[in-house]
């Protein structure tokens, strides 16, 4: 995809995202400051002010889009999703521009808010991306921190809603965390991305052992911590919500289909029934990010008809405690 190198774009792959295996490996995000309900904070929650930018394709910025939706964020963080062109410069607004936040200036690409941000920066350019207009400065570009400052950095000014980082669960959330980012969201990448049979058999088999325990788990309890909806589960629910209509096939992750887990495919229903959330999964829109020409896996353009996926079937999560 290319990267800013110095301020300038180039499109030579000269941040490299494999190891010497040939396994892929997501480099770390560069900035990472955070809002704050502190009225004196570097970064403080105020209506308007801030910008995200996401993408349909990408797992990682979706996580950003459903907790702006779950928390009821709308109306104080607007949304933008990018695209890829073919033959781009990596995230794209499309020919007509956009017009960056806070300033008067048009841009086709989203490396050149980074460049407002840092004229200098050298970096891979990523979404989620949130946007400080006021003071024309990229807060963070790390979706992990993104989703858990969304949590609390708007308390007391947007609408109530539950806490998905409780303070008497965060050693659970946090190892469940570790345990689905490295066993589905890096694994899911390592079976599309890596260079070599190795590295891909070792992803797919650390998948599907992961897959296979979390069934387990949900088999027995509702969500992954339990009897309450956590930030974990929907750290989990982009890669599950992508996995038949583009894992499966675009990523070479053709074992089983989540359709043939009964715990993790009725858990998956629900939350994607939770109000809101289905307005926010476009999997048309996922399944053309991942096949079209610039997609990230090898493809001649033409989007796979299949799977069918009905994601508004009746699940039976009641038969287990449920507490938001």
């Given at each position: 995809m290319g990267q800013l190198v110095d301020g300038e774009w180039n499109d030579e792959n000269l941040l490299v995202q494999h190891d010497a295996k040939g396994l892929y490996f997501k480099r770390d995000s560069v900035f990472r400051g955070r809002i704050s309900n502190d009225a004196n904070s570097e970064f403080p929650a105020e209506r308007g002010r801030?910008?995200?930018?996401?993408?349909?394709?990408?797992?990682?910025?979706?996580?950003?889009?459903?907790?702006?939706?779950?928390?009821?964020?709308?109306p104080f963080v607007t949304l933008t999703n990018t695209f890829q062109e073919p033959g781009g410069q990596g995230w794209s607004f499309g020919e007509e521009g956009y017009?960056?936040?806070?300033?008067?200036?048009?841009?086709?690409?989203?490396?050149?808010l980074y460049t407002i941000a840092d004229p200098a920066c050298t970096t891979r350019v990523t979404v989620p991306t949130l946007w400080d207009a006021k003071a024309r400065r990229i807060v963070n570009n790390e979706s992990s921190e993104i989703i858990r400052m969304f949590n609390t950095a708007f308390s007391?000014?947007?609408?109530?809603?539950?806490?998905?980082?409780s303070?008497?669960?965060?050693?659970?959330?946090?190892?469940?965390?570790?345990?689905?980012?490295?066993?589905?969201?890096?694994?899911?990448?390592?079976?599309?991305?890596?260079?070599?049979q190795q590295a891909y058999n070792n992803?797919?088999?650390?998948?599907?052992?992961t897959l296979d325990s979390l069934e387990v788990r949900l088999s027995k309890q509702r969500y992954l911590c339990g009897d309450t909806e956590t930030e974990a589960d929907w750290r989990l629910f982009p890669s599950l919500v992508r996995f038949d209509p583009c894992y499966y096939v675009g990523y070479k992750c053709n074992l089983r289909r989540l359709d043939e887990y009964p715990s993790l495919s009725d858990y998956l229903?629900?939350?994607?029934?939770?109000?809101?959330?289905?307005?926010?999964?476009?999997?048309?829109?996922?399944?053309?990010?991942?096949?079209?020409?610039?997609?990230?896996?090898?493809?001649?353009?033409?989007v796979p008809i299949g799977p069918t996926v009905d994601h508004s079937r009746p699940h039976d999560r009641a038969r287990l405690i449920r507490r938001i």
């Open positions: 801030y910008h995200l930018y996401c993408a349909v394709a990408c797992p990682w910025a979706h996580r950003a889009t459903l907790m702006r939706t779950l928390k009821n964020l709308e017009v960056v936040p806070g300033t008067d200036r048009r841009v086709r690409w989203l490396h050149e007391g000014i947007a609408q109530a809603s539950p806490d998905y980082y303070e008497h669960l965060r050693a659970d959330i946090d190892a469940t965390n570790a345990l689905v980012l490295k066993g589905v969201n890096n694994a899911v990448n390592g079976c599309g991305y890596s260079i070599s992803s797919i088999k650390l998948l599907y052992e229903r629900e939350l994607y029934q939770t109000p809101g959330i289905a307005e926010v999964c476009d999997i048309d829109g996922m399944k053309q990010g991942v096949f079209n020409a610039a997609g990230p896996v090898g493809s001649n353009g033409i």
